[in-house]
């Protein structure tokens, strides 16, 4: 018995609010291909990956609706109008965002903005970022033996400089605790606050942390350091956004090549060269801790 044919992800009049993932076209959702061969119109941020807009058929109407880091080619309100006039003008249209679209995404003010005009809307999750950078990486974000838990955290706030003190923000005795990954999104502006806050509420300053820029693409890198150098390894790197920090046990797993002695990343030995992507023939990662 053939399976009945799929409907129209997006309707005439609707909006689909989709997950680009983060970056590496193979890793979008089949719905999320689907939505995007199927729009109208088509609204994307600066995060989404050339390769997944070159899969948008040359039909649609595009528009770059920006989200740099500190440069929005147009504020969210203006987003959300937009959204708004066309799925009234009968257009079937997506919003296209890097990672998944609830993540940091400001997908639920979308939402809220969509149910008050009364406009039809779903929602098609994507890989988000965090999750791209452990799997290109290998880098497990929760281990039942040192990291049974994991907080994704945004390092900045709304209309918040990148140097504003949140202290009364963010529960730093609670996030300094053992036993958990951390990862900060657009937390790259902030990472003396992020490092002084933590070290200050008992974290250690060895802890292993990392740097992670444009993960699952072809220039994705790491840099591991330890918390205590977090920013400087930043300002040696010039890494900008967009990248992630990863702190915790996690961030110690170095990829031990064919041949190759695995080194932790606070070894005096420690090869202070950035990671690159894997080689699948490698041998699985090891873990270290500081013990």
């Not at 005439?12 to 719905?31: F, Q």
């Not at 903005?113 to 970022?129: D, H, Q, S």
Request: glycine content about 8%; proline content about 10%.
């Amino acid at each position: 018995m053939n399976a009945p044919p799929y409907e129209p992800p997006v309707p005439p009049g609707s909006v689909a609010l989709v997950g680009a993932g983060p970056g590496d076209p193979e890793l979008l959702t089949l719905k999320a291909l689907r939505c995007i061969q199927a729009a109208d119109v088509l609204l994307h941020d600066h995060l989404v990956g050339p390769r997944v807009l070159a899969l948008i058929p040359e039909t649609v109407e595009r528009i770059d609706v920006g989200k740099r880091h500190a440069r929005h080619t147009l504020p969210q309100d203006e987003i959300s109008r937009l959204l708004c006039h066309h799925a009234r003008a009968g257009r079937r249209v997506v919003r296209l965002k890097g990672g998944d679209p609830l993540m940091f995404g400001r997908g639920g003010e979308e939402m809220a903005a969509l149910y008050a005009a009364g406009i039809p809307f779903i929602v098609v999750p994507g890989i988000t970022a965090a999750l791209g950078a452990s799997a290109a990486f290998r880098l497990p974000l929760t281990h039942r033996e040192y990291a049974p838990r994991c907080v994704f955290l945004s390092g900045r706030r709304r209309d918040a400089a990148p140097d504003a003190d949140s202290e009364e923000e963010e529960d730093w005795a609670f996030l300094a605790r053992p036993g958990q990954t951390l990862v900060f999104y657009m937390g790259i502006t902030r990472l003396e606050h992020i490092r002084d806050a933590l070290i200050a509420h008992g974290m250690s300053a060895k802890t292993p942390a990392a740097l992670i820029y444009k993960a699952t693409l072809p220039e994705e890198r790491l840099w591991p350091c330890a918390l205590e150098d977090l920013p400087e390894r930043a300002r040696a790197e010039n890494i900008t956004p967009p990248a992630l920090v990863i702190i915790g046990q996690s961030a110690a797993i170095r990829h031990r090549e064919t041949g190759d002695r695995a080194r932790h990343c606070h070894s005096p030995e420690r090869n202070d060269e950035a990671i690159q992507t894997p080689n699948p023939q490698r041998e699985a990662p090891v873990i270290f801790s500081d013990s």
